[in-house]
């Protein structure tokens, strides 16, 4: 199975920050790497997926990027609802693995 | 619009079987793969099981294989996921959800509400 791996597990950013989370693959995926926004309660929402790829409707403040075993997720500029957990998803292998999230909190 | 919406979800206890099931509309259902991703209380996402569009592919977790059955019904738009034999670690929300693809990566474009399945005694 591939593991993902993403760094930091926590965050604690201010509004207006830039933050990056780091998502590394115990093998290459190429760019079968997508990035999810999961707040309390709720269902996972797709940010970025084919590892650049932003999803309709979600703001250009966030952005992908990465090939193989190294990827990053970038916020440019914080803002409160951002607040969430995030999970970098691998879908190049079965079985399709998960990170095992990054909690931001926004100070 | 696309909605997904599980239901079957609730109490049962270990060694007892529970059949999940979601259903889609605001898509062509048929032309799409569907797969079943899990969340425990406080814990990860943990990917289940998924289908092909048609049915002829199925793909199930290892460590879940033997215990669950996953189908569709493209004449009614409805995934089904058959879950025998539960124990108290497959205690999570249950979300469907659908793969979109393209030609450099695919991803789980919608997702349903979820629904708990809490196995106890």
């Known amino acids: 199975d591939i593991q993902l791996t993403q760094s930091p597990s926590f965050l604690s950013a201010s509004v207006g920050d830039r933050v990056t989370v780091t998502c590394r693959a115990s093998q290459g995926v190429g760019t079968y790497l997508a990035w999810y926004q999961q707040k309390l309660g709720k269902a996972p929402k797709v940010l970025i997926y084919a590892a650049s790829i932003l999803q309709d409707g979600v703001p250009s403040r966030f952005s992908g990027s990465g090939f193989g075993t190294e990827f990053t997720l970038t916020i440019s500029s914080l803002r409160p609802e951002d607040s969430a957990t995030y999970f970098c998803?691998?879908?190049?292998?079965?079985?399709?693995?998960f990170g095992q999230g990054t909690r931001l909190e926004i100070k | 619009q696309v909605h997904l919406v599980e239901s079957g979800g609730g109490v049962v206890q270990p060694g007892r079987s529970l059949r999940l099931s979601c259903a889609a509309s605001?898509?062509?259902?048929?032309?799409?793969?569907l797969h079943w991703v899990r969340q425990a209380p406080g814990k990860g996402l943990e990917w289940v099981a998924g289908?092909?569009?048609?049915?002829?592919?199925?793909f199930i977790a290892d460590s879940l294989k033997g215990r669950l059955t996953i189908s569709r019904d493209n004449s009614r738009d409805t995934l089904f996921l058959q879950m025998n034999n539960l124990r108290p670690e497959d205690t999570a929300v249950y979300y469907c959800?659908?793969?979109?693809?393209?030609?450099?990566?695919?991803?789980?474009?919608?997702w349903g509400q979820g629904t708990m399945v809490t196995v106890s005694s």
């Open positions: 605001g898509f062509s259902f048929d032309g799409y793969a």
């Open positions: 289908i092909s569009f048609d049915g002829s592919d199925e």
């Open positions: 959800t659908r793969l979109y693809r393209v030609t450099t990566g695919d991803t789980f474009d919608f």
């Open positions: 998803q691998q879908l190049d292998t079965y079985p399709i693995t």
